[in-house]
């Protein structure tokens, strides 16, 4: 399994979905970055199910760090944090039958067999637990350095939010929600997230991230551009089918004169008078918002029969799950997107300015040498 991404600092994630505990590492951070444990446990918070439009399950994540942070920095060491599960039910999950649209059917195919098949093994979202607790260490260190991440629903069960206006502000407003939207439409959507569970099905969203204060010039040409490595991290979580930076597909339908983000001066900076093309050209940033959507597609864990094939008679089968799943993964998606592109983001940074960066140049502490 490739279960690292990065290339200066590099997040590795282990464990499995019924297992022991979920493991996160981060390597290459620059010693000197403060680790704030409350705010890790509060961006946690925001993926931990919360009410009737998520899972029935509940764990606690109560994490621990066990290296890389001394006296509340890190140390430049490997940093490992490690979070327990505890309310796992494997009974409900049955090993011969493959559960449709899950990675059931093509991890048994490539590990033939030995894989751990308990609530969807190391391909479960459970898993992102270890890349929110690491992406808030992340977060803290580009506020430091004045770039800020945010993800809200622009869309699920055909109620719409706002997309972003003032960037800054709302990722702001966004901040203090346990329900990531910008306008008044939490209600609505629960209740087209809550009709779909009632029916025993699920349904799927669009969510949008934006990201301000990255410098331009941030990302590489061709094979490292900047929404490559942004889209490659996003596409590794579970759900998402699709990405599109800007206005994206639309582009197509537009003419040149219309799409161009024309050239203009702000307080002696060069900006853009629009951002059509969601703050990157050829590969790297250009200064303006990063904005990129997210599609998102329904839960495949649903309640109503489906058909699937016994893997130890290799007849066919129907299949009707039991278990606690998310109606609807929009919400939880959200926090977890911003957690992955903040990892990314300080890789990039990292070898852009250099591996001390984010420490603002790691300075020695207690006069120590």
Known sequence: MKNSIGQSVILTLAGESHGEMIC????????????????????????????????????????RIVSGVFEGYTTGAPLTILIPNGDTRSSDYNPELPRP???????????GGFEDWRGGGHFSGRITAGIVAAGAIAIKALKGKGVRIGTHILECGGVQDRPFADCEGDIVLLDGRAFPVLDDVQDAMTKRITAAKAEGDSIGGTVQTAITGLPAGVGEPWFDSLDGVIANAVFSIGGVKGVEFGDGFALARMKGSQANDQFTVENGQIRTSTNHNG????????GMPIIFNTAVKPTPSISLPQQSVNLRTGEPAELTLKGRHDPAIVRRICIVISSLVAIVLCDRLALRYGTDWLSGGAA???GRE
């Open 101 to 111: 649209s899950h990675a059931d059917w093509v991890a048994h195919t490539r590990y």
């Open 24 to 63: 996160a590492v981060l390597d290459g951070l620059a010693p000197g970055i403060p680790v704030d444990e409350g705010f890790i446990a509060e961006q946690l918070g925001k993926r931990r199910p919360q009410g009737p439009t998520d899972t029935a399950r509940r764990e606690k994540d109560e994490f």
């Open 279 to 286: 703050g990157i050209n050829g590969g790297l940033s250009n």
């Open 364 to 366: 020695k502490k207690g």
